[in-house]
C-alpha cells in the first residue's frame, strides 16, 4: 500500500516585497479602538473608521469585556492623542480592491469619497443587542426591563430604581448561549448582593461550556439565587403594573406560579447593520446568521477566507466578546506576521498563467476562494494571497493555469506509476487531501491499520485540485476505482474545495455509465486528518464493492 509521490519537491524561489504596514480598522467601538492602540504600539499606522459620528458608544461589549466604562473612557483618550491614528467618524468603506500587503480601499465621508492604501483590514463592527419582550408577550412598563437596561443601572449605580423581587428570563425564545447566560448570572448576582433583594432566574439550557462560567454560576446559587428550569416558555400576564408569569419546573416536577415586582428580559443579538454590505466590498463570508466569518475550523479565531482581512469581537459572533483580549492579541500577531518590518519574502510563482492559453474568462477569478486572483488587463495570482490550493488550475477550461510542483504532467505522471504494479487485489487510486485524508492515511500506517493490497494514495493540496482528467486518466490506465477523499462540511481550508470536488466526482460517475462502467468505481468521502479509522473503513468498503464488481472492462481489454 505505498504513496507515490513523483511531484517534484524542488523548494520555490522566493522574492522580497514590499508591504504597506498601513492598518484599516471598520469599526470604533471597544473592539476597534483596543487593537488600533495595540497596533500602534508595535510600529504600524491605523486608519480608524466609525460610521456614526462618535467612537464608542453604547456597545455591547461596554459592559462585558471593559467591565466599566472608565476603561473605555481610557481608550478613547489615548486614541485620540495616537498620532499614528487617523481617526475618521461618519465614514464608511465603500471600496476595496489589491491584494495583502497593497490594498486599495476607497472611504466615503459626508457624500465625499478619498482613496487610502493599507496592509490589512480588522472588521470590528460591533452586534446590535434587540429586546425579545414582545417574543415573550410582554409590553413595555417601568417593570419590564431589557438584559442591557438592567446592565445600564447597575453600571450606573440607579440600585435603587430596582424592585425586590426581579425575575430574569433566558435562553427561551432563542437558543441560549454561554454569553445570554453570563450577563443573566452576573446581573442576578448583583441585585442578589442589594439589601432586601432576591433574583430569579427562569432559563431552558443553562449554557456555562466557557472558562470560568460554571463556577460563575455555582457561586451565584449559593448566594441565593433561584433557578428554574424549564422546557417550555413561560405563559406571562402583564396587567399594568402586576405580573403573573406560570411555568413547568421539570426539575421539581410541577407547575409554579411567580408573581415578581420586575422581569428582566434577555436580548437577542443581530449583526451590524452594515455587515451584509461590508462584507460584500471585503470579498469575505458570512455565517448562517449574518455574522462575519464562515463556520470553518481553519478561520478560528480571527481568520477569514481573505489573507490580511480578519474579524475580531462581536463582529465574528457575540459570544466572542467573552474573549476580547485574545481576540485582540490574536489579531495583532498575524498582521505582524503578515506585514512585519515592511517586506516579506514570498514564493515568486505558486501558480503560473499561461498567457498564450488564457481566453479572459476570468473563471479563475470567480472561483477562487481567497480573492487571491485579481485583473489588471490579464489574471494575476497574487504571491501573498495565495494558498496553493489548485482550483483554479482545476477549473480553468483551457487548462491555462499550472499549481507549480502540482502540474497535470506530474500528476498524471503519478496516476499511471500508481497502476504499474501488478497484484491481485482491486487495484484503487485515492486522492487525498494533504489536510485530512492524507494525515488520516499516515496515522491508520503508523497504527498497523489493515488496508486494503490494492491502495495507491496520491497526496494534493487540496479535493478541488483533483481533476476530471486525473480520474479518466486512472480508468484508462487500468485501475479498478478511485476514491477522491476530502476534508468534511465547513472544514476545507480552501473553503469549497470539497464540493468542487464532489461535483467532479459525481460528473465522472455519469461519465462512466456512459461508457457501460459502474458509477460504483468512483466514490467522494469525507473524512478528518484524526480519523484513521474512518479511513481505514472507507478503503476497505471500496475494496468490498469492487470485489463485487469484478474488474473493470478497460483493466480486461488492457490484459488481454
Given at each position: 500500500?505505498?504513496?507515490?509521490?513523483?511531484?517534484s519537491?524542488?523548494?520555490?524561489?522566493?522574492?522580497?516585497?514590499?508591504?504597506?504596514?498601513?492598518?484599516?480598522?471598520?469599526?470604533?467601538?471597544?473592539?476597534?479602538?483596543?487593537?488600533?492602540?495595540?497596533?500602534?504600539?508595535?510600529?504600524?499606522?491605523?486608519?480608524?473608521?466609525?460610521?456614526?459620528?462618535?467612537?464608542?458608544?453604547?456597545?455591547?461589549s461596554d459592559?462585558?469585556?471593559?467591565?466599566?466604562?472608565?476603561?473605555l473612557?481610557?481608550?478613547?483618550?489615548?486614541?485620540k492623542?495616537?498620532e499614528?491614528?487617523?481617526?475618521?467618524v461618519?465614514?464608511?468603506?465603500?471600496?476595496?480592491?489589491?491584494?495583502?500587503?497593497?490594498f486599495?480601499?476607497?472611504?466615503?465621508?459626508?457624500?465625499k469619497?478619498?482613496?487610502?492604501?493599507?496592509?490589512?483590514?480588522?472588521?470590528?463592527?460591533e452586534?446590535?443587542t434587540v429586546?425579545?419582550?414582545?417574543?415573550?408577550g410582554l409590553?413595555a412598563?417601568?417593570?419590564v426591563?431589557?438584559?442591557?437596561?438592567?446592565?445600564?443601572?447597575?453600571?450606573?449605580g440607579?440600585?435603587?430604581?430596582?424592585?425586590?423581587?426581579?425575575?430574569?428570563?433566558?435562553?427561551?425564545q432563542?437558543?441560549?448561549?454561554?454569553l445570554?447566560?453570563?450577563?443573566?448570572?452576573?446581573?442576578?448576582?448583583?441585585?442578589?448582593?442589594?439589601?432586601?433583594?432576591?433574583?430569579?432566574v427562569?432559563?431552558g439550557n443553562?449554557?456555562?461550556?466557557?472558562h470560568?462560567?460554571?463556577?460563575?454560576?455555582?457561586?451565584s446559587?449559593k448566594?441565593?439565587i433561584?433557578?428554574l428550569?424549564?422546557?417550555?416558555?413561560?405563559?406571562?400576564?402583564?396587567?399594568?403594573?402586576?405580573l403573573?408569569?406560570d411555568?413547568?419546573?421539570?426539575?421539581?416536577?410541577?407547575?409554579?406560579?411567580?408573581?415578581?415586582d420586575?422581569?428582566?428580559v434577555?436580548?437577542?443579538?443581530?449583526?451590524?447593520?452594515?455587515?451584509?454590505?461590508?462584507?460584500?466590498?471585503?470579498?469575505?463570508?458570512?455565517?448562517?446568521?449574518?455574522?462575519?466569518?464562515?463556520?470553518?475550523?481553519?478561520?478560528?479565531?480571527?481568520?477569514?477566507n481573505?489573507?490580511?482581512?480578519?474579524?475580531?469581537?462581536?463582529?465574528?459572533?457575540?459570544?466572542?466578546?467573552?474573549?476580547?483580549?485574545?481576540?485582540?492579541?490574536?489579531?495583532?500577531?498575524?498582521?505582524?506576521?503578515l506585514?512585519g518590518?515592511?517586506k516579506?519574502?514570498?514564493?515568486?510563482?505558486?501558480?503560473?498563467?499561461?498567457?498564450?492559453?488564457?481566453?479572459?474568462?476570468?473563471?479563475?477569478?470567480?472561483?477562487?476562494?481567497h480573492?487571491a486572483?485579481?485583473?489588471?488587463?490579464r489574471?494575476?495570482?497574487?504571491?501573498?494571497?495565495?494558498?496553493?490550493?489548485?482550483?483554479?488550475?482545476?477549473?480553468?477550461?483551457?487548462?491555462?493555469?499550472?499549481?507549480?510542483?502540482?502540474?497535470?504532467?506530474q500528476?498524471?505522471?503519478?496516476?499511471?506509476?500508481s497502476?504499474?504494479k501488478?497484484?491481485?487485489?482491486?487495484?484503487i487510486?485515492?486522492?487525498?487531501?494533504?489536510n485530512?485524508?492524507?494525515e488520516?492515511?499516515?496515522?491508520?500506517?503508523?497504527?498497523?491499520?489493515?488496508?486494503?493490497?490494492?491502495?495507491?494514495?496520491?497526496?494534493?493540496?487540496?479535493?478541488?485540485?483533483?481533476d476530471?482528467d486525473?480520474?479518466?486518466?486512472?480508468?484508462?490506465?487500468?485501475?479498478?476505482?478511485?476514491?477522491?477523499?476530502?476534508?468534511?462540511?465547513?472544514?476545507?481550508?480552501?473553503?469549497h474545495?470539497?464540493?468542487?470536488?464532489?461535483?467532479?466526482?459525481e460528473?465522472?460517475g455519469?461519465?462512466?455509465?456512459?461508457?457501460?462502467?459502474e458509477k460504483?468505481?468512483v466514490r467522494f468521502?469525507?473524512?478528518?486528518s484524526?480519523?484513521?479509522?474512518?479511513?481505514?473503513?472507507?478503503?476497505?468498503?471500496?475494496?468490498?464493492?469492487?470485489?463485487?464488481?469484478?474488474?473493470?472492462?478497460?483493466?480486461?481489454?488492457?490484459?488481454?
Amino acid at each position: 500500500m505505498p504513496e507515490v509521490n513523483n511531484v517534484s519537491s524542488e523548494v520555490m524561489p522566493m522574492e522580497e516585497i514590499r508591504m504597506d504596514t498601513t492598518v484599516l480598522v471598520i469599526g470604533g467601538g471597544w473592539s476597534g479602538i483596543k487593537v488600533a492602540c495595540e497596533l500602534v504600539d508595535i510600529g504600524y499606522r491605523v486608519i480608524l473608521i466609525e460610521d456614526s459620528t462618535t467612537l464608542g458608544g453604547e456597545a455591547l461589549s461596554d459592559h462585558l469585556v471593559t467591565s466599566s466604562r472608565e476603561k473605555l473612557s481610557g481608550l478613547l483618550a489615548k486614541v485620540k492623542d495616537l498620532e499614528a491614528v487617523e481617526v475618521l467618524v461618519s465614514t464608511r468603506l465603500v471600496i476595496l480592491t489589491g491584494v495583502p500587503g497593497d490594498f486599495r480601499v476607497w472611504l466615503e465621508q459626508e457624500g465625499k469619497v478619498s482613496e487610502r492604501t493599507a496592509g490589512a483590514v480588522v472588521v470590528a463592527l460591533e452586534a446590535e443587542t434587540v429586546s425579545l419582550s414582545s417574543a415573550y408577550g410582554l409590553q413595555a412598563a417601568e417593570n419590564v426591563l431589557t438584559q442591557s437596561e438592567v446592565e445600564a443601572k447597575l453600571a450606573s449605580g440607579k440600585t435603587g430604581e430596582i424592585s425586590k423581587d426581579v425575575l430574569f428570563l433566558v435562553g427561551l425564545q432563542q437558543e441560549g448561549s454561554p454569553l445570554v447566560m453570563e450577563r443573566a448570572i452576573r446581573s442576578a448576582s448583583q441585585i442578589q448582593a442589594l439589601e432586601g433583594c432576591q433574583a430569579k432566574v427562569v432559563v431552558g439550557n443553562v449554557k456555562v461550556a466557557e472558562h470560568g462560567l460554571e463556577s460563575l454560576y455555582t457561586e451565584s446559587r449559593k448566594s441565593g439565587i433561584i433557578y428554574l428550569k424549564v422546557k417550555e416558555p413561560p405563559k406571562i400576564r402583564q396587567d399594568r403594573s402586576s405580573l403573573q408569569i406560570d411555568v413547568f419546573d421539570y426539575v421539581l416536577n410541577r407547575d409554579v406560579k411567580l408573581t415578581p415586582d420586575m422581569v428582566v428580559v434577555e436580548d437577542a443579538f443581530l449583526p451590524h447593520p452594515d455587515a451584509a454590505r461590508v462584507s460584500r466590498v471585503l470579498g469575505i463570508g458570512t455565517d448562517s446568521e449574518g455574522f462575519f466569518q464562515q463556520a470553518n475550523v481553519y478561520y478560528l479565531p480571527i481568520r477569514t477566507n481573505r489573507e490580511g482581512i480578519f474579524v475580531i469581537g462581536s463582529a465574528r459572533e457575540p459570544r466572542n466578546l467573552m474573549h476580547g483580549w485574545t481576540d485582540v492579541g490574536n489579531t495583532v500577531l498575524e498582521v505582524r506576521n503578515l506585514l512585519g518590518e515592511g517586506k516579506k519574502l514570498v514564493p515568486i510563482e505558486r501558480a503560473k498563467i499561461h498567457r498564450g492559453k488564457c481566453t479572459i474568462c476570468l473563471t479563475c477569478v470567480r472561483v477562487c476562494p481567497h480573492g487571491a486572483i485579481y485583473w489588471d488587463n490579464r489574471a494575476i495570482i497574487s504571491p501573498v494571497a495565495c494558498q496553493g490550493c489548485g482550483i483554479c488550475a482545476s477549473e480553468c477550461p483551457m487548462d491555462a493555469i499550472q499549481l507549480v510542483n502540482y502540474t497535470d504532467d506530474q500528476m498524471e505522471a503519478q496516476v499511471l506509476a500508481s497502476i504499474e504494479k501488478k497484484v491481485e487485489a482491486p487495484q484503487i487510486i485515492a486522492f487525498c487531501c494533504q489536510n485530512s485524508a492524507h494525515e488520516a492515511s499516515q496515522m491508520a500506517r503508523l497504527f498497523g491499520s489493515s488496508l486494503p493490497e490494492g491502495l495507491q494514495m496520491i497526496k494534493v493540496p487540496c479535493a478541488g485540485k483533483v481533476d476530471v482528467d486525473y480520474i479518466l486518466t486512472a480508468f484508462e490506465a487500468g485501475t479498478d476505482g478511485v476514491l477522491v477523499m476530502a476534508c468534511h462540511k465547513d472544514n476545507c481550508k480552501s473553503q469549497h474545495g470539497n464540493t468542487f470536488a464532489e461535483w467532479r466526482v459525481e460528473h465522472v460517475g455519469r461519465m462512466l455509465e456512459e461508457i457501460g462502467l459502474e458509477k460504483e468505481r468512483v466514490r467522494f468521502a469525507t473524512v478528518a486528518s484524526n480519523m484513521p479509522v474512518e479511513f481505514v473503513r472507507i478503503t476497505n468498503e471500496m475494496e468490498d464493492t469492487l470485489k463485487g464488481l469484478g474488474p473493470s472492462r478497460i483493466k480486461k481489454q488492457a490484459a488481454a
